[in-house]
């Protein structure tokens, strides 16, 4: 008696089988069209645009964000600094002078 369904290659997100007219082969793996999506906000992907990190597929940004979770906060930090020699020492040498003077008003 034959054997119904089954066999072939699973899919890496369902792991139900995939068959050839809905395949996609990406990270050494097979995909359904529809399970082709970043891990993280459930984006549709395209070979193009996918991101592979430990057998998972990822968008650009949360590939980004997985591998340096801090780069965006640190640029939005860096543009708030002025960028001017000498100023972000000057106001930590006021705000150190000032907080040894109140210690010393306060014994």
Known sequence: ????????DKCQRCEK??????????CSAKWHKGCFKCKTC?????LASYKDFSNDI???SCYQDKLHPH???RKQLE?????????????????AKGASGEEAAEE
Do not use: H, I
């Open 17 to 26: 089988t995939v068959y050839a007219n809905e395949a996609v082969s990406a």
């Open 1 to 8: 008696m034959p054997q119904w369904g089954g066999g072939g």
């Open 58 to 60: 990822y968008c650009k």
């Open 42 to 46: 459930n984006g549709l992907l395209t």
């Open 79 to 95: 543009k708030g600094f002025s960028r001017q020699p000498g100023g972000d020492q000057a106001a930590g040498a006021s705000a």
């Open 71 to 73: 780069e965006r906060n």
